[in-house]
């Protein structure tokens, strides 16, 4: 990994636009909004909110103070925090963990990115146009179909990732940041104002926001548990690596606020955009892969403007998907870099050849019926990565440095914060952030 003293951020507000792009996450697009309309509505937006901000910010935290202190790799950083903790030093499998599930987020989020690409490109070129429900399912289907075609779509993003990661944090990260989070605001108030102007927004507020104590259930808790810690991409490592380079003089806990809040604000705006279109309609809601290949395609090729409407906001999930990419990836060359003593630019490459290398393999492995098999190695991958991997590595965050770390290193990193908020912090991370990883790995797979 390279130095960081010498490739910090240029600025305060780079650091937090570098996190938010880079935490925004696919989650909150097709899942967030319309399980919280399935699971109580208003009851479970509260839960959500306070789930994200109880737990998973403290999460998030624990990681950014982590690579804030140690200032190197994921793996680096926890494993000299283990050190001067005088802890065992097989702590640094928890670095890898993280590493590993960063890389699978990466690989599961490039496999989308070649099929969100055609649906943009045949959206601009109004092949959807009063296209039926039904027609929309078949072109989903030729979508996942077409491997060629998937496969040359998440090389492109992979490419565009590595490349920009090359050019190093100010460059490349930094340059990714500054597009993707700008470039979001101007794209979700269009979108915003066309679901104004064409969608049924009485019924989506019905549907989103109407609290539904009754429909609220445990089954609910644990999804807004689960959602939490996806949507802020707890335990992928990105807050550890990204804060390797933030300046010491940082606000770190109120920077983890701030996103945290902007991530439960970015989730509202997606299902204000995207439901009121959906319903006026006359389509049922749905959630997830159906949400974004399915339901919308249909109700932008049946709205005014709907094409370019459309266009504009499959390119806004692109650039979702790449500061993500970017985000995880960067986890990985980070690991790299530290385990070979390569630069960053070499560093990107290996992981570039990797990441490509597995996207072909997969691409080729056929089922039954000679469909890809890439549907279901992202199915394999969110299940693995979302239920097994990342509550894992939250119960590792909280043991390790609510109870093991040494305390005067940790205040240290957040001597910007008061000593009443470290407290708080630390609390959380003794006492709750455990039980929601437990809760999560024992019922997760009941649930999800």
Same mark, same amino acid.
């Given at each position: ?76 950083? @926890? ?51 009063? @296209? ?317």
């Amino acid at each position: 990994m390279q130095d960081t003293n010498a490739s910090s951020w240029a600025a305060r507000s780079t650091f937090f636009f570098a996190m938010i792009g880079a935490t925004l996450g696919l989650g909150s697009i097709w899942r967030t909004s319309g399980i919280a309309a399935e699971q109580g509505g208003g009851t479970f937006w509260i839960v959500y909110a306070l789930t994200l901000t109880l737990i998973s910010v403290p999460l998030v935290l624990a990681e950014a103070v982590i690579g804030r202190t140690h200032k190197a790799s994921v793996t680096a950083a @926890i494993g000299d925090l283990a050190e001067r903790s005088k802890a065992s030093p097989h702590w640094e499998i928890l670095g890898l963990m993280c590493a590993t599930a960063a890389l699978g987020v990466g690989l599961g989020l490039l496999i989308i990115s070649g099929w969100v690409l055609p649906y943009a490109l045949d959206l601009w070129n109004g092949k959807f146009a009063a @296209i039926s429900l039904m027609q929309v399912g078949d072109y989903f289907a030729a979508v996942l179909n077409d491997s060629e075609q998937a496969l040359f779509g998440a090389l492109a993003m992979l490419g565009l990732a590595c490349g920009l990661l090359a050019a190093g944090v100010r460059k490349g990260i930094g340059a990714v940041a500054w597009l993707v989070v700008p470039a979001f605001f101007a794209l979700a108030v269009l979108s915003l104002h066309h679901s104004f102007l064409v969608g049924d927004m009485i019924a989506a507020g019905d549907w989103l926001f109407a609290t539904e104590s009754s429909s609220f259930s445990p089954k609910s808790a644990v999804l807004a548990v689960i959602q939490a810690l996806a949507t802020l991409c707890v335990g992928l490592g990105i807050a550890a690596t990204l804060s390797a380079y933030s300046s010491d003089k940082l606000p770190l806990g109120r920077v983890m606020i701030g996103v945290g809040l902007f991530d439960i604000a970015f989730a509202i705006a997606i299902g204000v955009i995207v439901y009121p279109l959906i319903l006026a309609q006359d389509v049922l809601p749905s959630t997830g892969p159906s949400l974004l290949f399915v339901s919308l395609p249909h109700a932008f090729g049946n709205s005014i403007q709907g094409d370019t409407m459309g266009f504009l906001f499959f390119a806004m999930v692109l650039l979702v998907l790449l500061g993500t990419i970017v985000g995880c990836l960067q986890v990985v060359i980070g690991v790299v870099g530290h385990r070979t003593g390569w630069g960053q630019g070499r560093s990107a490459a290996m992981v570039a050849l990797i990441c490509g290398i597995t996207l072909v393999v997969l691409s080729w492995v056929k089922l039954g019926d000679g469909d890809s098999d890439l549907w279901l190695a992202l199915a394999l991958i969110d299940r693995l990565i979302v239920l097994v991997l990342v509550p894992i590595i939250a119960l590792g965050l909280s043991i390790l440095v609510g109870w093991r770390a040494h305390k005067y290193g940790l205040v240290r990193a957040l001597d910007r914060e008061s000593y009443t908020f470290i407290r708080i912090w630390i609390g959380l991370l003794r006492y709750v952030a455990p039980v929601a990883a437990v809760l999560v790995l024992v019922a997760g797979w009941w649930v999800y």
